[in-house]
T-cell receptor
Framework: NAGVTQTPKFRVLKTGQSMTLLCAQDMNHEYMYWYRQDPGMGLRLIHYSVGEGTTAKGEVPDGYNVSRLKKQNFLLGLESAAPSQTSVYFC???????????FGPGTRLTVT | QQQVKQSPQSLIVQKGGISIINCAYENTAFDYFPWYQQFPGKGPALLIAIRPDVSEKKEGRFTISFNKSAKQFSLHIMDSQPGDSATYFCAAVSGGSNYKLTFGKGTLLTVNP
């Protein structure tokens, strides 16, 4: 039981490049979330999903897209990376009706 | 607008001392208040949580105190140990908003030996 895994762990992009971050969970959780963590800012919600095929915007969605084609996977895409998207990205998941979220180990993204 | 305010930003405590981190919230729809602990290079992990119908919850050396009328809650770490050195985040959740977490900005705790 791996819990929540994230791929890749580290990535360096140039401005304007695109990439996709993958989050996978093996706990059969319905809800999945993408956060970004910046120094002194805490964690801020980018997008979330309440089930397969559904997505919704969080607090800071601009510049990101997401997809949830399979229940166990939640993808975060950057179509045209900007230096302001340099951050550590965390994925989390939870069961329906339960408050506890389980976090992955994070992806450190640097955009130059 | 910042819905959960956390203080202090950083805290240094001697081994065996008490660490206290405070949070305040504005949205009365919040109905669950967790604390997350994060070690360097790791994801946050749930440490302890409380619901607003309870004024205090204790788990080992960790205690949450909750003041509903003041819309404040705090984390107390008794007999602090160097292994407690981490970043602590308070958060608030509303079950009516798809269980989205609203985080405070975090407190970096250092416990000196």
């Amino acid at each position: 039981n791996a819990g929540v895994t994230q791929t890749p762990k580290f990535r360096v992009l140039k401005t304007g490049q695109s990439m996709t971050l993958l989050c996978a969970q093996d706990m059969n959780h319905e809800y999945m979330y993408w956060y970004r963590q910046d120094p002194g800012m805490g964690l801020r919600l980018i997008h979330y999903s309440v089930g397969e095929g559904t997505t919704a915007k969080g607090e800071v969605p601009d510049g990101y897209n997401v997809s949830r084609l399979k229940k166990q996977n939640f993808l975060l895409g950057l179509e045209s990376a900007a230096p302001s998207q340099t951050s550590v990205y965390f994925c989390a998941s939870s069961l329906v009706g339960l408050y506890e979220q389980y976090f992955g180990p994070g992806t450190r993204l640097t955009v130059t | 607008q910042q819905q959960v305010k956390q203080s202090p930003q950083s805290l240094i405590v001697q081994k065996g001392g008490i660490s206290i981190i405070n949070c305040a919230y504005e949205n009365t729809a919040f109905d669950y208040f967790p604390w997350y602990q994060q070690f360097p290079g790791k994801g946050p992990a749930l440490l302890i949580a409380i619901r607003p119908d309870v004024s205090e919850k204790k788990e080992g050396r960790f205690t949450i105190s909750f003041n509903k009328s003041a819309k404040q809650f705090s984390l107390h770490i008794m007999d602090s140990q160097p292994g407690d050195s981490a970043t602590y985040f308070c958060a608030a959740v509303s079950g009516g908003s798809n269980y989205k977490l609203t985080f405070g900005k975090g407190t970096l705790l250092t416990v000196n030996p």
